[in-house]
């Protein structure tokens, strides 16, 4: 999952255990197309993550 994943805002590390996972609210079909997505390199629901001061800035 280096691809995108690790740059997703969606991308979480779970360290007690060392798993990976997408915590975007997708259903089945949603997911479907995510994994297809990422398996060939792109994935539609994809969404940089920004720092905590593009939020900020937004907000002003």
């Known amino acids: 999952m280096e691809l995108l994943c690790e740059k997703c805002r969606w ?3 779970d360290e007690e255990n ?3 996972f997408c915590t975007a609210v997708l259903d089945e ?3 479907r ?3 297809a997505g990422i398996s ?3 994935c539609r629901f994809f969404c940089p993550d920004s720092d905590d001061y593009q939020i ?3 907000q002003n």
């Open 11 to 13: 991308y979480q590390l």
């Open 18 to 20: 060392g798993e990976d």
């Open 29 to 31: 079909d949603e997911y």
């Open 33 to 35: 197309q995510a994994q």
């Open 40 to 42: 060939s390199g792109r």
């Open 56 to 58: 900020v800035r937004r």
